[in-house]
């Protein structure tokens, strides 16, 4: 079962680039890192997914090197709307046995302004 | 419209009683999961079903009970609630049941045992 290791906190101010690591060492081959963003009294919203080298959408980047073990979510020029916790989740190889994807404790990004 | 919708929001009640929390989705989506997310934000998923099927149930007591009518609802009963049963619940549903595309959360059911 692939686990995540991501910071419990990070302070940022308003307009700064913000960016979070996340640990996976023991990812697998077929496994997709993916990132989510929760506010409070909400459920996690979806906000990238990646397999391997450099995904961007409208919302951030996510940065994932050769070997997969780290990926770092990149948030451009965070607002007082983007404190929030992040989540970082690997998939648990899929299959028949289902999608048990697993959700470590989070980074809880406060931006300051 | 909300896509993934589960009531009640809140819920308090005394340790022992029996209580349920539905969830409904109108994305079309196959699976649906109950994920727990205690005190210290943990989210921990208990059960997935794929089309009305159960595919997942984690370690969880058999006082959780789930059950999915139709693949567009997955309930979740509690029986003989405890004080650690305490947490909210949130409901989620996806395309399929691999580890690809996105979960869809509602807005949890927040369970307080007293």
């Known amino acids: 079962l692939a686990k995540t290791t991501q910071p419990i906190s990070m302070d940022s101010y308003e307009g700064q680039e913000v960016n979070i690591t996340c640990s996976h060492n023991n990812i697998a081959t077929n496994d997709y890192i993916t990132w989510y963003q929760q506010f409070p009294s909400q459920g996690p919203r979806f906000i990238i997914q990646?397999?391997?080298t450099k995904v961007t959408n409208e919302v951030a980047s996510l940065f994932i090197p050769a070997d997969r073990k780290s990926s770092t979510l990149s948030l451009p020029r965070v607002s007082l709307s983007d404190t929030a916790v992040y989540y970082c989740?690997?998939?648990?190889?899929?299959?028949?046995?289902?999608?048990?994807?697993?959700f470590g404790g989070g980074t809880r990004v406060l931006v300051k302004p | 419209d909300t896509a993934v919708s589960q009531t009640p929001k809140y819920l308090v009640t005394q340790m022992g009683n029996d209580k349920s929390i539905k969830c409904e989705q109108n994305?079309?989506?196959?699976?649906m999961y109950w994920y727990k997310q205690d005190s210290k934000k943990f989210l921990k998923i208990m059960f997935s079903?794929?089309?009305?099927?159960?595919?997942i149930n984690e370690t969880v007591p058999n006082r959780f009970s789930p059950k999915s009518p139709d693949k567009a609802h997955l309930n979740l009963h509690i029986n003989s609630l405890e004080l650690g049963d305490s947490a909210v619940y949130f409901c989620?549903?996806?395309?399929?049941?691999?580890?690809?595309?996105?979960?869809?959360f509602g807005e949890g059911s927040r369970l307080t045992v007293l």
């Open positions: 989740l690997v998939g648990d190889g899929g299959g028949a046995a289902g999608n048990k994807l697993t």
């Open positions: 989620a549903s996806s395309q399929e049941i691999f580890n690809t595309g996105e979960l869809f």
């Open positions: 994305l079309g989506h196959d699976t």
């Open positions: 079903y794929n089309n009305k099927e159960l595919i």
């Open positions: 990646g397999y391997k």
